[in-house]
């Protein structure tokens, strides 16, 4: 069964710091890994997907990158703003058929970039 | 291009009551899977509908149903509302036969129960 844990649950951080958020998940035969971002009262926004053949992926000043022998994926951000200060959370995916379909998510961790 | 959209975003329900949410998904779309969200169990996952057929279903009580139509918009329904039901229920698209599959979210409903 798949568990999907984030490190550290909160974080806080002086704006223009860079910082990486942890992902681990117990099994690695995902198909892919997606972080979201939500802002308080808010839906999800997609961020970066890695697909299991893909070993990171970038959007501006994110970084994702996915190491699925040790069960891990991080999210690098770059010269942070508080702008970027929301909970962050990733999902797995174990396939793209039936049951695996669905999402399996940590519980997130909590971002505040202090200006 | 229209994003997920949900309706209503707010709901105040008592105990025993039923509710029903509803969600649009970004044309073309043709899957929609449904997740609630709580402080203390993140979140999980309800079922997932494309072509008008239930194809997956997490571990949720049969109190929650749920139906998708011809154009692809979908209602989730909770009947005999208790207490714990209270949360935001996200509802996201996703196109269905291909290889990336990338899930959009809705903004959610905030349902509240009394």
């Known amino acids: 069964k798949q568990e999907v844990t984030q490190i550290p649950a909160a974080l806080s951080v002086p704006e223009g710091e860079n910082l990486v958020l942890n992902c681990s998940f117990t099994d690695s035969a995902i198909y892919n890994l997606q972080w979201f971002r939500q802002d308080p009262g808010k839906g999800l926004t997609s961020l970066l997907l890695i697909q299991s053949s893909q070993r990171e992926q970038t959007s501006g000043r994110l970084n994702a990158s996915l190491d699925k022998s040790s069960g891990r994926s991080t999210l690098y951000i770059a010269a942070s703003q508080p702008g970027d200060s929301a909970t962050y959370l990733c999902a797995a995916q174990r396939g793209n058929a039936g049951n695996n379909r669905k999402l399996i998510w940590g519980l997130g961790t909590s971002l505040a970039v202090n200006p | 291009k229209a994003g997920v959209t949900q309706t209503p975003r707010y709901l105040i329900k008592t105990r025993g009551q039923q509710v029903t949410l509803s969600c649009s998904p970004i044309?073309?779309?043709?899957?929609v899977s449904w997740y609630q969200q709580t402080p203390g169990q993140g979140l999980q996952f309800l079922f997932e509908y494309f072509s008008e057929t239930q194809r997956n279903k997490g571990n949720f009580p049969g109190r929650f149903s749920g139906r998708q139509f011809s154009n692809s918009r979908s209602e989730m329904n909770v009947s005999t509302l208790e207490l714990g039901d209270s949360a935001l229920y996200l509802c996201a698209s996703s196109l269905v036969g291909v290889e990336v599959n990338e899930q959009f979210f809705g903004p959610g409903t905030r349902l509240t129960v009394l």
């Open positions: 044309s073309g779309h043709r899957s």
